[in-house]
């Protein structure tokens, strides 16, 4: 089941295109149809491209390919 809302919640990504997201954490303050942006420790924010990792919603032990969520969060919470 996918998330209906990501704004709010702490991820952790667990696997990236890019080697050196993995194990960054922070809290989603964005979302689009093809990003997250995330404030991580430290205050700065930065963007991640969903087709490009795949994250875990920390506390809820879901484990998330970001491709399967690349839709606006409004369609999802469509159903």
Excluded: C, S, W
Excluded at 2 to 26: C, S
Excluded at 37 to 64: C, M, P, S, W, Y
Aim: net charge positive.
């Amino acid at each position: 089941m996918y998330p209906k809302g990501l704004i709010g919640k702490q991820i952790t990504v667990v696997d990236a295109k890019n080697e050196t997201m993995v194990g960054m954490h922070g809290l989603v303050v964005d979302e689009t149809k093809a990003t997250l942006t995330v404030l991580i420790d430290g205050g700065e924010q930065k963007q991640l491209l969903k087709h490009a990792i795949t994250f875990r919603v920390d506390g809820e032990g879901n484990t998330i390919v970001g491709t399967t969520i690349q839709r606006r969060p409004e369609e999802r919470l469509k159903g």
